[in-house]
C-alpha cells in the first residue's frame, strides 16, 4: 500500500469512528496521523480528489440529508448534528448541495449521496461506504439469495422445535399476514406487475400509486406489463453490468422513507413474486388450466436466450 493510499485509507477509518463526537474536525487529523497539516491535506486530496475538510463536511452533509428523511428531527437539530452552527448556514450548504431548503427536499426527497470523486459516501446507519476493490457481481446475488434460503430453513427449523406434533401435523392454511390481504387471482396478478411498477418509480424518484391495482381488468394488466416489465429488466441488467448491486437509494414512496440497495430491492422482488406465482398457478391449476404447472423455472433458465 502507499503512503497516500495508507493515509487516506487511515483518514477514512478514523472520520467513520468520529463523525458523532462534536470536538473532533477535519482539522484534528494531521496531528493524529503525525502529519503536518499541509503533508497531511496533499495527501488526501490527492486520493479523494477533494480535501479532507470538504469530504467531512459532504459526508455529514450527506448524514443530514438521510436523517431528515428517516426520523422527525426538527431541522435545526439536523443542523447542529451536522456541524453548523446555524439554521442559515445549514440551509445555505444544504440548498447549494441538494437544489432546495432542507424543509422542502424533506418532503419529496431524491437520492441522499452528493457526486464525489472519491465515491465515499455516508452509509446508514451511520457508517461510510467506501468503493469496493471490486464489482459486486449478479453470481455474488445469486449466491447470497441462496445463502438466505439456507439460513431461513435453518432458523424456521429452530422455531419450529416450539411446536406439538399436532401443530405440525395440522393442514396448512395459507397464512398472508403481512404480505397480501385475502388475495385473488386478480389481486395477485395486479400485484405482480404492480411491483414491477412500484419498484421502477421508487428507483426513478417517481410517484406510484397503489391503487390503481385494485379492480384492474386483465386486459390493463398485460398493457401495464409490456411497459413496464422491459423498463424494469433494462434497469436490473444495468445495474448488474455497472457492478451496483451494492449500491444503495432513497425509497420515497414508503409512509416513510427508507434507503435499501438495488440487490435488496431485486431479492425483495423476486421472493415475493415466487410467493404470488405459485398461488396463480394454483389458482389457474384448479380452473383447469395446467400447461404452466407450478410455474418452476428450473428449464426455463437453462434454455438459450434468443
Known amino acids: 500500500m502507499t503512503a497516500t493510499a495508507d493515509v487516506f485509507r487511515r483518514f477514512i477509518d478514523g472520520l467513520a469512528e468520529t463523525m458523532d463526537d462534536p470536538d473532533v474536525s477535519a482539522e484534528s487529523f ?8 499541509f503533508h497531511f491535506d496533499r495527501l488526501v486530496k490527492a486520493a479523494a480528489g477533494e480535501p479532507p475538510t470538504a469530504l467531512r463536511r459532504r459526508i ?10 428517516t426520523t422527525d428531527s426538527d431541522v435545526l437539530r439536523v443542523a447542529i448534528d451536522a456541524g453548523y452552527a446555524s439554521h ?6 444544504f440548498a447549494k448541495a441538494y437544489g432546495r431548503a432542507p424543509s422542502l427536499w424533506r418532503r419529496k426527497p431524491t437520492g441522499f ?14 457508517g461510510l461506504r467506501v468503493p469496493a476493490d471490486r464489482k ?9 439469495m441462496v445463502e438466505h434460503h ?38 395477485l396478478l395486479a400485484r405482480l406487475v404492480g411491483q414491477l ?8 424518484d417517481r410517484p406510484y400509486d397503489m391503487g390503481v391495482e385494485s379492480h384492474e381488468t386483465v386486459l390493463q394488466m398485460r398493457a401495464k406489463l409490456a411497459e413496464v416489465g422491459p423498463a424494469f429488466l433494462t434497469q436490473v441488467h444495468a445495474i448488474v453490468d455497472d457492478g451496483r448491486i451494492d449500491e444503495t437509494f432513497v425509497d420515497a414512496i414508503c409512509d416513510e422513507p427508507e434507503v435499501f440497495t438495488y440487490g435488496g430491492m ?41
Open 136 to 144: 459486486v457481481t449478479a453470481m455474488d446475488l445469486l449466491t447470497r
Open 197 to 204: 411498477a412500484m419498484w421502477d418509480a421508487a428507483t426513478h
Open 30 to 37: 494531521p496531528s493524529r496521523l503525525h502529519l503536518s497539516r
Open 266 to 306: 431485486i431479492a425483495h422482488v423476486l421472493t415475493f413474486a415466487a410467493h404470488r406465482r405459485t398461488l396463480v398457478c394454483g389458482a389457474l391449476a384448479d380452473a383447469g388450466i395446467t400447461d404452466l404447472g407450478s410455474g418452476d423455472p428450473m428449464r426455463w433458465v437453462a434454455e438459450p436466450v434468443n
Open 113 to 126: 449521496r452528493i457526486d464525489a470523486p472519491s465515491r465515499v459516501h455516508f452509509h446508514p446507519p451511520g
Open 60 to 69: 455529514l452533509l450527506e448524514r443530514a440529508a438521510y436523517r431528515l428523511i
Open 88 to 93: 442559515e448556514a445549514f440551509t445555505r450548504a
Open 150 to 187: 439456507v439460513w431461513l430453513v435453518g432458523e424456521m427449523l429452530t422455531r419450529a422445535e416450539r411446536l406439538t406434533d399436532a401443530q405440525l401435523d395440522a393442514p396448512v392454511e395459507i397464512s398472508v399476514d403481512g404480505i397480501d390481504d385475502d388475495p385473488t387471482p386478480r389481486s
